[in-house]
């Protein structure tokens, strides 16, 4: 069973880079996209971007020139790199899985099937 | 960019149905999804492509997309169900959710 698991630090000071790595067990990356949301304080889910198997990224229009999502297959990894902080981005930060391609059929529809069990990032001085 | 509306809250009594609502511009041509979220867990998919239920996921849980708007139906609604649901859907440029609806049960 696809296991996901977020780390990285709990803390960051504005105006750095959050830095979350997502690691993957149990099962392959390929024909997949790997997701990032978030959910603020009180607030609701928030998309932040998606990398597919060939690397190709997508990303949320008002979080884009902030955002890199990256790749490494070699260690069943993907991360996420948010610029500039300010306390705005204080979250709980899910890392997901979304199929792409099921028997070697594009799909036309997306949804998150596997879920990180979350971490939260607080952005402070 | 594309915006998914949600009501903030329903309230429906145990053993009763409940539908919750997803509304989007033209939202019938795209496919939804619905994830369950309850407090200090990871969001659940309860339905995909737009009437799909995930293996596990209860048969009282049923989707529906027509026109502007989405549902998503949980009958026979038991104490368990509650939580905070969130719609989403997708084009081949972006991911957007719902700003979710709180379902207490009564």
């Known amino acids: 069973q696809v296991q996901l698991q977020e780390s990285g630090p709990g803390l960051v000071k504005p105006p750095e880079t959050l830095s979350l790595t997502c690691t993957v067990s149990?099962?392959?990356?390929?024909?997949?996209?790997w997701s990032w949301i978030r959910q603020p304080p009180g607030k609701g889910l928030e998309w932040i971007g998606d990398i597919y198997d060939s690397g190709s990224n997508k990303y949320n229009p008002s979080l884009k020139s902030r955002v890199t999502i990256s790749l490494d297959t070699s260690k069943s990894q993907f991360s996420l790199k948010l610029n500039s902080v300010t306390a705005a981005d204080t979250a709980v930060y899910y890392c997901?899985?979304?199929?792409?391609?099921?028997?070697?059929?594009?799909?036309?529809?997306?949804?998150?099937?596997?879920w990180g069990k979350g971490t939260t990032v607080t952005v402070s001085s | 960019s594309y915006e998914l509306t949600q009501s903030p809250s329903v309230s429906v009594s145990p053993g009763q149905t409940a539908s919750i609502t997803c509304s989007g511009d033209?939202?019938?041509?795209?496919?939804v999804s619905w994830y369950q979220h309850k407090p200090g867990q990871s969001p659940v998919v309860v339905i995909y492509q737009d009437d799909k239920r995930p293996s596990g996921i209860p048969e009282r849980f049923s989707g529906s997309n027509s026109g502007n708007t989405a549902t998503l139906t949980i009958s026979g609604t038991q104490a368990m169900d509650e939580a905070d649901y969130y719609c989403q859907a997708w084009d081949s440029s972006s991911v957007v959710f719902g700003g979710g609806t709180k379902l207490t049960v009564l």
């Open positions: 149990g099962g392959s990356m390929s024909s997949y996209y």
């Open positions: 997901a899985r979304a199929p792409g391609r099921v028997r070697g059929v594009i799909l036309n529809y997306y949804y998150m099937d596997v």
């Open positions: 033209k939202l019938g041509d795209k496919y």
